[in-house]
């Protein structure tokens, strides 16, 4: 019997981890005062907001092509994202739609049938086959909730934790990562 881990399980529990992981760090940042939320904190994106807004608009604009359909969030206008809870609210609901096609890739021949499909990232002036779409929204989310996480440190507060393994060991059951 082979120990690899079948294709669809491997793309929806890497889409599911970053869901899991993302409403963990939202979580976290609902314990930051409004000016600590905004605080420039000299960081790629300056604050845990603007890091905040950078994710999801890399999330509204990966999930518009590998589901090929609006993200159902828009980008809105001026300050509306110094509110933190706007910015959540909006950022579940293309977390909804992550889980979405999660549950859409739980099917083997819907897996193989998208995992093999190739999609073209008008950034990238390339194609690209959509399992690697996936496996980019989970490593560039992970990468900005480390900094976000280093930040909600710098603030004083702690951190969830979302490594990857704590989700692996939730899954199963054993304990929840706090």
């Known amino acids: 019997k082979s120990s690899m881990i079948p294709l669809?399980?491997?793309?929806?529990?890497?889409?599911?981890?970053?869901?899991?992981?993302?409403?963990r760090t939202l979580r976290a940042v609902r314990q930051l005062s409004q000016e600590e939320y905004l605080r420039d904190l000299v960081t790629g994106h300056g604050s845990v907001r603007g890091t905040l807004e950078h994710m999801l608009g890399a999330d509204r604009g990966w999930y518009a092509l590998?589901?090929?359909?609006?993200?159902g969030v828009e980008t809105p206008e001026g300050e509306?994202?110094?509110?933190?809870?706007?910015?959540?609210?909006?950022?579940?609901v293309i977390l909804a739609r992550y889980e979405q096609l999660a549950s859409f890739l739980t099917d083997l021949?819907?897996?193989?049938?998208?995992?093999?499909?190739?999609?073209?990232?008008?950034?990238?002036?390339?194609q690209i086959p959509k399992w690697q779409g996936v496996m980019n929204v989970v490593s560039h989310a992970t990468y900005h909730r480390g900094q976000i996480a280093a930040m909600i440190h710098q603030l004083g507060h702690s951190p969830l934790k979302t490594d990857l393994v704590y989700y692996y060991v939730e899954l199963e059951g054993k304990t929840s990562a706090s």
């Open 66 to 71: 590998l589901a090929g359909e609006p993200a």
């Open 80 to 92: 509306y994202y110094a509110e933190f809870g706007h910015l959540e609210t909006d950022h579940s």
């Open 8 to 23: 669809e399980t491997y793309l929806a529990t890497h889409l599911r981890y970053t869901v899991w992981a993302t409403r």
């Open 109 to 126: 021949e819907l897996a193989a049938y998208f995992a093999n499909s190739r999609v073209y990232v008008p950034w990238l002036k390339t």
